[in-house]
């Protein structure tokens, strides 16, 4: 008896300890998987400014704006890394009444790097008056510049890549905020195992992106979900939850104004 629940007990180190490492390997993953677009932003900036330097072939005023550019990208890398140690060890979302403008703004620009690179047009279709959503800032941002990125990705191929970044009051309660694209699609195989982990089409993704943001997403008591469109490429769409004061507040306005016409 002593000797079965010796190895018993052997075992169970063992079952814990594989299941550290692979706890482990996820977490060095998930790290790898955020920094690097940061990081090709900012060793371009600062190659770029090094250049313009060294040959004198720029007003300063553009080596600043690059160092500048840099900067943002770096205070990105070091929001992913807290946003990520949050993640990992289950803390609360640090939520507070955001605007959405601020939310997609935030993400557009740590996504200059990479739209411009790809030559890629943005266009941003916005309703007007947009209650604002609970959120954690960093961790949502977060979130909408993986779909951005996801966004190019999906474009490297076509002629003219094009992405759409939307975002609507459709739900009581709720809004709505979408990133369309152009590019070829997903197979139906693709779309229903997109948000599983390590599962990519990408021949350098970890296929991380996706099954982070949605659990970032639903820690915030949203939703996540990504189809084909009809006329082509994918729509990926966040789901928030807004403040019901400032909507109740904005319906009475709106009623208010009916009764005055």
């Not at 935030?106 to 609970?134: H, K, W, Y």
């Not at 990705?153 to 152009?182: C, F, K, M, Y």
């Not at 139906?188 to 949605?214: H, M």
Request: glycine residues 6%; hydrophobic residues 40%.
């Amino acid at each position: 008896a002593r000797r079965s629940a010796n190895r018993q007990r052997g075992l169970e180190l063992e079952l814990n300890r594989m299941d550290k490492v692979g706890t482990l390997d996820h977490v060095m993953s998930m790290v790898a998987h955020e920094l690097n677009q940061p990081r090709a932003a900012i060793s371009s900036y600062c190659g770029a400014s090094v250049r313009m330097l060294s040959e004198n072939s720029a007003p300063l005023e553009e080596v600043i704006s690059s160092l500048k550019a840099a900067g943002t990208q770096a205070q990105a890398a070091a929001a992913v890394v807290r946003g990520i140690r949050q993640f990992i060890v289950r803390q609360e979302p640090n939520i507070a009444l955001l605007r959405v403008e601020d939310l997609i703004g935030s993400a557009r620009t740590l996504a200059a790097f990479r739209l411009n690179q790809a030559r890629i047009q943005m266009e941003s279709r916005l309703d007007t008056n947009l209650p604002p959503v609970l959120a954690d800032e960093i961790l949502i941002a977060q979130v909408l510049l993986n779909l951005l990125h996801n966004a190019v990705d999906a474009l490297a191929e076509v002629a003219n890549p094009r992405i759409r970044i939307g975002a609507t009051l459709q739900d009581e309660g709720w809004v709505h905020i979408s990133v369309e694209d152009n590019g070829p699609g997903m197979s139906d195989e693709q779309l229903a195992r997109c948000f599983e982990p390590y599962v990519t089409n990408k021949a350098t993704g970890l296929g991380l992106g996706l099954s982070i943001s949605q659990a970032i997403v639903e820690s915030h008591g949203g939703a996540l979900t990504l189809v084909r469109n009809a006329q082509g490429g994918c729509t990926a769409e966040i789901r928030l939850k807004v403040d019901q004061r400032q909507d109740e507040s904005r319906d009475a306005n709106m009623a208010l104004s009916r009764r005055g016409r």
